[in-house]
Each structure stands twice: as C-alpha cells, then as structure tokens.
T-cell receptor, first 117, second 119 residues
Framework: EAGVAQSPRYKIIEKRQSVAFWCNPI?????LYWYQQILGQGPKLLIQ????????DSQLPKDRFSAERLKGVDSTLKIQPAKLEDSAVYLC???????????????FGSGTRLTVV | AQKITQTQPGMFVQEKEAVTLDCTYD???????LFWYKQPSSGEMIFLIY??????QNATEGRYSLNFQKARKSANLVISASQLGDSAMYFC????????????????FGQGTILTVHP
C-alpha cells in the first residue's frame, strides 16, 4: 500500500511571500488532516477534511492560511503571506476507521519543512 | 476538550536497559484511543502502539508495552532492552470522537519526550 505523499520536502521562503503544500492521501481514506509542528512541540491540527468537506478548522489562522481538498482526494495547504512564526513542519495524515490495521487506520506523510526567513 | 500531558522533556537510558515515558490524559469521552508515536530526526511519525479505552489488557508490540491505568488517566510507554536506534522524540496522542462514517476523529498530541540512549 502506498503511503501518504507530500511535496515539497523542504521549502525556504522570505516573510510575506506565499507558499503551497500538496498532499495525496492513501487511496480510499476519506479523512485528511493537516498538522503544524513547530520545532520541539507536538503536532497541532490545522484542518480536518471528511471527503471534500471541512470537519474542523478551528485552529486554522484563516487570515493567512487556506486549504482545499478537491474531489475528496488530494489537498493543498496555502500560506499567504507567510510570517516568521510559520516556520514549522507541516504534516499531512489520512485515516480510515479500520481496527484491523496495525496503525489503527492513521497514516502520516513525511512532512514539509518550511523555513521563513 | 481532550488534553495530553507529557511531563518529561528529556529522558536518558543506558543501552539494553528499560525506560518508561510518562503520559497522562484528560477527556470526557467514554470511548477513546491512545497512541504512541516515535519521531526520529528525519521527521516521519512512526506508529508504535495503541490502547483502546475498553481494552482490558495492556497493549504490547514487541519491545513496546503500554502501562494503561484508566482510573489514573495515564498511558505510559515502556521500552524494554533499549537500543541506540530508539533515540528519538516520542509522542503520546489521543484519538478524538469519530467524524462519522468510516473516519476517525483528529489526534491530539502531547509535547513529546526526547529519548537519548547511551551506549
């Protein structure tokens, strides 16, 4: 089974520039999550999609962050304009409620490491 | 709201010794799940072990075991026979209420514990 794909792997931008991250979840996983992980902290949920609808975006800074999931598959997370404090790893994950799988249905991508200078 | 607390910012252990990483949680849900993940410096989130709130037995996965004390709301990870490759950040996480259909809710993570294994 292919994993959750994310790109790019690394990105360096200047503050006030814009950036976009892409995620392709595991086939058949209806739920997709974007997490922000600041260095030395645990991941924090930014947004959760169920198919192409938003379930939870309560911690998404909507003045600068946006996300979409077209056709309930791939997703894009955008930051515009970026601030220094946006420097973090952005993790995408997808899930399917399946108690038979070893990881209980959650799978994470390798993340995109964003540095804002 | 769900909350995960990991009070040990860093832990050190000698190779081949056992180590316990602490995790306490807070939730008003009756049904929940607790996870432990390992995150090496490369950044990927590696699943280690899962404990469901209704599971009567403590979960075990190879060298990993979960010491689940429901009344105390703790879910400590025990790593036996530590190896140098166990050096990494470790996260405790809780599964939120299901989002409906075939999907799980979000994971809420603790702050993590950095484990260093000495030769």
């Amino acid at each position: 089974e292919a994993g959750v794909a994310q790109s790019p792997r690394y990105k360096i931008i200047e503050k006030r520039q814009s950036v976009a991250f892409w995620c392709n979840p595991i086939s058949g996983h209806a739920t997709l999550y974007w997490y922000q992980q600041i260095l030395g902290q645990g991941p924090k949920l930014l947004i959760q999609f169920q198919n192409n609808g938003v379930v939870d975006d309560s911690q998404l800074p909507k003045d600068r962050f946006s996300a979409e999931r077209l056709k309930g598959v791939d997703s894009t997370l955008k930051i515009q304009p970026a601030k220094l404090e946006d420097s973090a790893v952005y993790l995408c994950a997808s899930s399917l409620r399946d108690y038979t799988t070893r990881n209980y249905g959650y799978t994470f991508g390798s993340g995109t490491r964003l540095t804002v200078v | 709201a769900q909350k995960i607390t990991q009070t040990q910012p860093g832990m050190f252990v000698q190779e081949k010794e056992a180590v316990t990483l602490d995790c306490t949680y807070d939730t008003s849900d009756q049904s929940y799940g607790l996870f432990w993940y390992k995150q090496p410096s490369s950044g990927e989130m590696i699943f280690l072990i899962y404990q469901g709130s209704y599971d009567e037995q403590n979960a075990t996965e190879g060298r990993y075991s979960l010491n689940f004390q429901k009344a105390r709301k703790s879910a400590n990870l025990v790593i036996s026979a530590s190896q140098l490759g166990d050096s990494a950040m470790y996260f405790c996480a809780m599964r939120g209420p299901n989002a409906g259909g075939t999907s799980y809710g979000k994971l809420t993570f603790g702050q993590g514990t950095i484990l260093t294994v000495h030769p």
